[in-house]
């Protein structure tokens, strides 16, 4: 089923259970590929964040000021709510000033220009991107450098920040994130929101904004 206007609780259980998890179980699972060391890591990761773009979007609301401005409906800015008031439930960690740094890293450079973005932070070094399936706790992984050299990282965990050096060569900052951990806080979030839903007619409300502006038609060419 497609959103619609002015959808009841049962409809929105019924969406969340049926048409978005079922998404996820279809077309994210299999990309996963778990029991493999290699796939998954772009595709699940693209997927996951615009997921969670909608979710935060229907978690925040269109109000009627942002529709009479025309503004976008699913800004990044909502998605970065959901991850801290929603996902957060699942593990702090998605609270953290680590979490706007995956969505700036993953979420633009992932759907715009094929891979992760390299961040240069103020003051510090860059900060480079870490894709593993391992799980969320400090543990070690074995991954491949640029030259096809095999190293293995202690301490590995998600949403992370960890300092290593390959092969002697000068340290460098990583992000670690699991995609395995992604996936599975992804589908518990959903479970949670619907929950706080259930409870909060304010975010029934931001749901019903959402979904009605989201089933509007839209006119093409813009004006």
Not at 46 to 59: H, S, W
Not at 90 to 110: Q, T
Not at 167 to 187: E, H, R, V
Not at 205 to 216: D, L, P, V
Request: proline share 4%; hydrophobic share 35%; aromatic share 14%.
């Amino acid at each position: 089923m497609a959103l619609t206007k002015n959808m009841s609780l049962q409809q929105i259980k019924s969406f969340l259970e049926n048409e978005l998890k079922e998404q996820i179980f279809l077309e994210v699972a299999p990309i996963l590929y778990i029991g493999q060391e290699s796939g998954g890591y772009f595709g699940v990761t693209r997927q996951i964040l615009c997921l969670v773009n909608f979710l935060g979007a229907l978690y925040y609301g269109y109000s009627p000021d942002e529709k009479k401005k025309k503004s976008d409906i699913g800004p990044s800015w909502k998605a970065l709510e959901f991850m801290k008031n929603i996902m957060s439930d699942v593990d702090p960690i998605y609270k953290s000033k680590e979490a706007e740094y995956f969505y700036e890293m993953y979420r633009h450079g992932l759907i715009h220009l094929y891979q992760p973005k390299t961040l240069k932070l103020k003051g510090r070094r860059k900060l480079n991107w870490f894709l593993y399936k391992g799980g969320r706790n400090s543990h070690t992984e074995t991954i491949n450098d640029e030259y096809g050299n095999r190293f293995k990282i202690p301490n590995v965990s998600h949403l992370r920040v960890l300092t290593y050096s390959f092969g002697g060569n000068p340290n460098k900052d990583f992000l670690s994130i699991s995609i395995t951990c992604l996936y599975k806080d992804l589908l518990t979030s959903i479970d949670i929101f619907y929950n706080k839903i259930e409870k909060d007619k304010v975010l029934l409300k931001h749901w019903r904004q959402t979904a009605n502006a989201i089933s509007e038609p839209v006119s093409y060419p813009k004006a």
